[in-house]
């Protein structure tokens, strides 16, 4: 077991915090958990929307939780090393003052903003 996700909230958050024990929870309450309460092992759960299958790959950082089928993984690292060059390439024209921000403008417009050329370019 190499940590824990939990859809519902959490107690003792700086004694987790300073672990070495991963834990993502929804949010911090100041009671206990039921230790009694129904359970089952080895079945789909759903955590905030996301299914979760017995044999899955769990991966979370501080900025979320995600799961996938093994069978997935070689497309996935594929997928997101792609994406990645995509962001860095876009953080450097971001930086250079060279982005083509056109798409949001026409977003803004598709939205009915109509105020958009007040922003500031630079």
């Known amino acids: 077991l190499g940590g824990l996700v939990i859809d519902g909230a959490i107690r003792d958050t ?26 089952q092992i080895n079945v789909p759960v759903t955590i905030g929307g996301m299914v979760v299958n017995p044999g899955d790959i769990v991966v979370g950082d501080e900025d979320g939780v995600l799961a996938f089928s093994p069978a997935l993984l070689g497309g996935l690292i594929v997928d997101a090393s792609e994406k990645a060059a995509q962001e860095q390439d876009q953080l450097a024209a971001t930086l250079a003052g060279t982005l083509d921000r056109s798409w949001i403008d026409a977003a803004l417009r598709s939205k009915g903003l109509t105020d958009i050329g007040s922003r500031r370019d630079g």
Do not use: L, N, Q, T
Not at 14 to 39: Q, T
């Open 14 to 39: 700086v004694a987790i915090a300073a672990s070495e024990f991963p834990c993502f929870a929804r949010g911090v309450i100041h009671r206990g958990p039921y230790k009694d309460g129904p359970g």
